[in-house]
């Protein structure tokens, strides 16, 4: 299965400021997602990063707030930009992957960036 | 719109069975996922049902009945390592859509 490197694992921001978080995965795939984990919940899709064309964003969730670059088929990242405190959770980039028997197929995540905005 | 529902918190006894539930209205349909989260760490993958049934692994189960919009996930013989969030998710699209997830913790 594929193995994703996420970074950085852990941030601390200040306020009005941008991160650019990096997900590196070591097989090429067609999609990846970057989802949210607010603190004590339980995860939001943000947008899908598609290759070769923008990001595709769920409702709540925009460009400007969230840009997202695809360059190539192993490689995404997503940009918290204008942080507030409210922008303080967890990130995580997950692919989609085929694993094998009965044609089910899971998802693997990134191990996460914890951002904290003060 | 997209509903994903689950217990928020669930207790039990190590060396019991728990079953946790999941309801879910979506768009679209093509599989139900179950993963598990510790503190602090990615989830990770638990089960995948597409068809209607049960499907057993080791002291994990996974139920689901399409019709109803139902799943459950079944854990016997509880460890105290099963202490952890269990993460109920649909496949709309090729997008994996997370319920609100339940919070387990295992008492000795």
């Known amino acids: 299965s594929a193995v994703i490197s996420q970074k950085p694992s852990r941030d601390i921001c200040q306020r009005g400021t941008s991160l650019t978080i990096q997900c590196q995965v070591d097989?090429?795939?067609?999609?990846m997602f970057w989802y949210r984990q607010q603190p004590g919940q339980s995860l939001t899709l943000i947008a899908t990063?598609?290759?070769?064309?923008?990001?595709?964003?769920e409702s709540g969730f925009v460009i400007d707030k969230f840009p997202i670059s695809r360059p190539n088929l192993t490689f995404s990242t997503l940009t918290v930009s204008n942080m507030s405190p409210e922008d303080s959770s967890i990130y995580l980039c997950?692919?989609?992957?085929?694993?094998?028997?009965?044609?089910?197929?899971?998802?693997?995540f990134g191990s996460g960036t914890r951002l904290t905005v003060v | 719109g997209q509903n994903i529902d689950q217990p928020t918190e669930m207790t039990a006894t190590e060396g019991a069975i728990v079953q946790i539930n999941c309801t879910y209205q979506?768009?679209?349909?093509?599989?139900l996922f179950w993963y598990q989260q510790h503190a602090g760490e990615a989830p990770t993958f638990l089960s995948y049902?597409?068809?209607?049934g049960l499907e057993e692994k080791g002291r994990f189960s996974s139920f689901l009945s399409r019709s109803k919009g139902y799943s459950y996930l079944l854990l016997k013989e509880l460890q105290m390592k099963d202490s952890a969030s269990y993460l109920c998710?649909?496949?709309?699209?090729?997008?994996?859509?997370f319920g609100t997830g339940t919070r387990l913790q295992v008492f000795p």
């Open positions: 997950s692919v989609p992957l085929n694993q094998g028997e009965g044609g089910g197929y899971g998802y693997t």
């Open positions: 097989s090429q795939v067609t999609m």
């Open positions: 990063a598609n290759q070769g064309s923008e990001a595709t964003y």
């Open positions: 979506t768009s679209g349909f093509n599989g």
């Open positions: 049902n597409v068809l209607d």
């Open positions: 998710a649909v496949i709309n699209t090729d997008k994996l859509i």
